[in-house]
C-alpha cells in the first residue's frame, strides 16, 4: 500500500506474511514488524437478488467492517480512485468521458491534478448575451413581432420586453452535461463532438485518459472488456503492452486471438459457467503431444477457437476439418428439421494435425471443462481406445481416407456433376480427357491433389441429400443428438435417414 493508502485506510488495513501467503494475526503486535509482512486491505464483494424489486444488487465493503463493526463500511468509487482501479468499458464511459460532467474521465483528471477551470461565469455571461435567430431574413423575427403586437392587445405596452430567442437553462450544471470536446479525425480539420466518434476511436481516447489517471499512481490495477472492440489488430496488441507498462496487474477479458497471444499460457485462464451457472476459471495444461513451440506457433489457426468454445470437434487432419463442417451446413440447408450446423450447435472444429495427436488435443480441452468430440479415419484398436477415452464421441468411418468414404458413398450422378463444375488442373486434364467419362478416378486424383485445400468440401457443397454419403448423414445425425438436450417428454423424432444394421461400428460414441 502507499502512505496515502495508509492514511486513507488505516482502520481497515490487515497484515499480510508474503513468506506464507496468508493473513497475519497471531497476538503478537511485534511479529508485524518481520520484513516479509507488509499492510494489505481487504475488500469483500456481496451480491443478492431482491425479490420486491426483481433485480440484482451487489455492494463491496471493507473485509474488516463486516466481522468487527454493526454497520458495514462500503468500499465506494472515491476509494477505488484511491487504490488506482481502473477500468474500461466504453458503454459506461464513452458517452459522457470528454464532458466536464461530474464524475467522468476528464473531471476525475480535472481534480486529480487539481485544476479548478474558472470559466463558468464568463461562459454564462457570454451564451446569456446571445440571441438566437434574430436575422429578420431567417423568417423567425417577423413572426415573434405578429406574437409581440398581439400580446400588446391584453397586457399594458410597458409590460415585459419584445420575445426573442436565447439560450435557456443556463446554470452550471447544466453546462457541464452539454459542454464536450470536439475531435477532428483523419486529414481532414473538421470537428465531431467526442461522442459521435467510432467506437474504436473512443475505446482508444478513454484508454489514454485512463493512462494519465495512472501515470499519477504509486500502484494501478487495470482491468479491460474486449480490448479488441473496433480496434484492429496491431492497435490491439499496442493496447496491451501498453497498458502492462503502466500497471502494477493488468487484468484483460478478450475473444481476440491477437490479445490473447500476447500472454504466456500461464497468464491466460478459460472462464466458463457450468451447467448450475457457477463461474469457474481453468488455467491451461499443455498435454505431452503439445510443445509451447507448437502452441504458439499455432494458436491463431488451431488453439484459440477451441479455447473460446464450449463444444470442441477435433479432426484428423485439414481434408475432416475443412469437409466435415460444409457437409452438415448443407445438410441443414436442405432439411433443418432434422440437420445442424456445427455454428449451429456451439461446435469449434480443430485439426489435430494426425491421428495420433488426437488424444492430446482432446485431452487439452476436455481438462478446460469442454466438451471434446473427436472425427477420424479407420484407426488401430490401440489409438481407437486412446481418444476414446478423452472424448464425448467418437465419429470415425471405415476407410483409410476420408476422401475414399465420399467416393463410395456418393452418386455416380453426383460425381459427373462436379466434374463440369471445376477447372481441371493441366497434368490432370491431359491424363482424363474426358473426366465426366472416367468421373470416379479423374475425381479421385484430383482430391488426392486438392488434400487440404477444400477440394472434397466444394464437392459435398454442391451435392444433395440423397448424394451426400450415408456415414457423414448418420455423423451429422449423432453430432447433432450430443449436442442438443433430448425433447421434453423423452419423445425421440425420426431419423432423417434409414438406420444401418451395423450403425455403432461406424459411428462411436456414447447415447
Not at 212 to 234: G, H, L, R, S, W
Not at 401 to 416: I, N, P, Q, R, S
Not at 479 to 498: I, M, R
Amino acid at each position: 500500500l502507499t502512505d496515502e493508502q495508509k492514511g486513507k485506510f488505516g482502520d481497515y488495513t490487515e497484515f499480510w506474511d508474503g513468506a506464507t501467503d496468508t493473513f497475519y494475526d497471531e497476538p503478537n503486535p511485534a511479529g508485524v514488524d518481520a520484513a516479509t509482512i507488509t499492510e494489505a486491505l481487504r475488500v469483500t464483494f456481496l451480491g443478492w437478488y431482491d425479490a420486491e424489486e426483481d433485480d440484482f444488487e451487489g455492494k463491496t465493503y471493507f473485509t474488516r467492517s463486516l466481522t468487527e463493526s454493526d454497520r458495514p463500511e462500503p468500499f465506494s468509487r472515491k476509494h477505488k480512485q484511491v487504490c488506482g482501479f481502473l477500468y474500461l468499458r466504453s458503454l459506461r464511459t464513452g458517452s459522457r468521458a470528454l464532458s466536464l460532467e461530474r464524475g467522468s474521465l476528464l473531471d476525475i483528471i480535472l481534480r486529480l491534478k487539481e485544476v479548478r477551470p474558472q470559466m463558468w461565469e464568463a461562459t454564462l455571461g457570454t451564451l446569456a448575451g446571445i440571441s438566437v435567430a434574430s436575422d429578420p431574413k431567417l423568417g423567425i423575427s417577423p413572426v415573434l413581432e405578429s406574437i409581440n403586437t398581439a400580446l400588446k392587445k391584453y397586457v399594458p405596452k410597458e409590460w415585459g420586453v419584445e420575445p426573442h430567442l436565447k439560450v435557456s437553462n443556463l446554470t452550471r450544471e447544466h453546462l457541464r452535461k452539454v459542454i464536450t470536446a470536439f475531435i477532428a479525425t483523419g486529414d481532414g480539420d473538421h470537428a465531431a463532438p467526442f461522442y459521435r466518434q467510432g467506437t474504436g476511436t473512443i475505446n482508444m481516447l478513454v484508454l489514454a485518459m485512463l493512462s494519465q489517471i495512472a501515470q499519477d499512481k504509486q500502484n494501478v490495477i487495470f482491468a479491460m472488456e474486449e480490448p479488441e472492440t473496433a480496434i484492429p489488430p496491431y492497435a490491439q496488441k499496442r493496447i496491451v503492452h501498453e497498458v502492462r507498462k503502466l500497471a502494477s496487474q493488468t487484468l484483460f477479458t478478450s475473444h481476440s486471438p491477437y490479445v490473447l497471444e500476447e500472454f504466456a499460457v500461464e497468464e491466460t485462464v478459460v472462464l466458463g459457467r457450468d451447467g448450475e451457472g457457477v463461474l469457474e476459471q481453468k488455467a491451461i495444461t499443455l498435454p505431452d503431444n503439445v510443445k509451447l513451440k507448437r502452441y504458439r506457433q499455432q494458436f491463431r489457426t488451431r488453439f484459440c477457437e477451441g479455447l473460446l468454445a464450449r463444444r470442441v470437434l477435433v479432426a484428423e487432419g485439414a481434408t475432416e476439418t475443412s469437409a466435415f463442417p460444409v457437409a452438415c451446413r448443407r445438410l441443414a440447408e436442405l432439411k433443418p428439421d432434422s440437420y445442424a450446423s456445427l455454428e449451429a450447435l456451439g461446435v469449434c472444429i480443430v485439426d489435430a494435425g494426425g491421428e495420433t495427436d488426437i488424444p492430446g488435443m482432446a485431452k487439452l480441452y476436455r481438462d478446460l471443462g469442454k466438451r471434446a468430440f473427436a472425427i477420424c479415419d479407420k484407426q488401430s484398436d490401440a489409438n481407437k481406445d486412446l481418444i476414446e477415452a478423452q472424448v464425448d464421441l467418437l465419429l470415425m468411418h471405415d476407410e483409410k481416407g476420408f476422401e475414399a468414404m465420399v467416393l463410395k458413398g456418393t452418386t455416380e450422378a453426383a460425381l459427373k456433376r462436379f466434374t463440369k463444375l471445376i477447372d481441371w488442373p493441366q497434368d490432370l486434364a491431359q491424363k482424363y480427357p474426358d473426366p465426366e467419362a472416367q468421373a470416379a478416378a479423374a475425381l479421385t486424383d484430383y482430391f488426392a491433389k486438392s488434400k487440404g485445400s477444400w477440394g472434397i468440401a466444394d464437392f459435398l457443397a454442391q451435392c444433395s441429400e440423397a448424394e451426400i454419403p450415408q456415414w457423414l448423414r448418420h455423423a451429422a445425425v449423432k453430432l447433432k443428438d450430443a449436442c442438443l438436450p433430448a425433447p421434453a417428454g423423452g419423445d425421440q423424432p425420426a431419423a432423417p435417414v434409414a438406420a444401418e444394421e451395423h450403425l455403432e461400428a461406424v459411428v462411436h460414441g456414447t447415447d
